[in-house]
């Protein structure tokens, strides 16, 4: 296959989003080259709709709609304003949303510390984080994070830019096991580790 056919370049792009291999890729790119002609329309449409409507919260970094000044979870006045949970994509606030653990207010640092895939303070929104506790009078932040090495040197990193502030930081308790991601619990599991959360020493 050429890498100028249009076959081959649809499944390079889908090989790059998570959780499609080449070969899932592959077979997606097919299926609509081959008898998905009223899907294309449409998969056009909302990937249309997705790049001139879907924007990042002003406050959060959730994802909201253009136009709006925030996100619906920043916009409900019956959140909790003095609890902040930080969380590394929109996808692991959704799943935190789910379990029904939480009622205060998020944090999205879209990321978490990385130097080998250059990722940094900046990249992941972490000045933006100690900005709204000043700012917003936060007493307590939950850090929301994965289990492994890079969101644990995370987690380290906004325990020391936060230390100076009087705010309570936490992070998950019972539930996540090591190597495991937030994306891979049910609400039960991430219910628990919320409820277990525990102060960082």
Known sequence: MSRTDPLARLTRVLSRLPGIGRRSGERIALRLATGGGGLVGELIEALEELRDRVVLCRACGNLAIRGAEVCDVCADPRRATGVLCVVQDPGALGLVEKSGSFRGRYHVLHGKLSPMRGQGPA???????????????????????????????????????????????????????????????????????????????
């Open 123 to 201: 990249q992941i929104r972490a000045e933006k984080l100690v900005e709204r506790v000043r700012a917003e009078g936060i007493r307590e932040v939950i850090l929301a994070l994965d289990a492994d090495t890079e969101s644990d040197a995370t987690g380290s990193y906004l325990q020391d830019q936060l230390r100076a502030l009087d705010v309570h930081v936490f992070r998950l308790g019972f539930g996540l096991s090591a190597g495991s991601g937030i994306a891979y619990l049910d609400a039960v599991t991430l219910m628990r580790a919320m409820e277990g959360r525990q102060p960082i020493p």
